[in-house]
Nanobody, 115 residues
Framework: QVQLVESGGGLVQPGGSLRLSCAASGFTFSNYAMSWYRQAPGKQRELVAIITSTGGSTDYADSVKGRFTISRDNAKNTVYLQMNSLKPEDTAVYYC????????WGQGTQVTVSS
């Protein structure tokens, strides 16, 4: 049974930091590129960051470059998103996504940036 379980979301003040985790099971994690998406209320889901299966390459949405870092630990079947200098416009539900032959979504974790 494929599972992607996100954690680490919550309420944080502007300028603060959060680290999201996505634990994978039920498939060969190291074969899959992993990405983080987010969806704010009333908006389309958007790609935030992506990392290749080996972790050798990453890419980011312009809106988060220099503030967010995606990483993975293939030994732990986990992908991370370190989010620094958070802004109110980063408020959204954050989802991890695994892509290879098939695509799998997590259930999402809420991130709220507010004073």
């Amino acid at each position: 049974q494929v599972q992607l379980v996100e954690s680490g979301g919550g309420l944080v003040q502007p300028g603060g930091s959060l680290r999201l985790s996505c634990a994978a099971s039920g498939f060969t994690f190291s074969n899959y590129a992993m990405s983080w998406y987010r969806q704010a209320p009333g908006k389309q889901r958007e790609l935030v960051a992506i990392i290749t299966s080996t972790g050798g390459s990453t890419d980011y949405a312009d809106s988060v470059k220099g503030r967010f870092t995606i990483s993975r630990d293939n030994a732990k079947n986990t992908v991370y998103l370190q989010m620094n200098s958070l802004k109110p416009e980063d408020t959204a539900v954050y989802y991890c996504y695994a892509a290879w032959v098939y695509g799998y979504w997590g259930q999402g974790t809420q991130v709220t940036v507010s004073s």
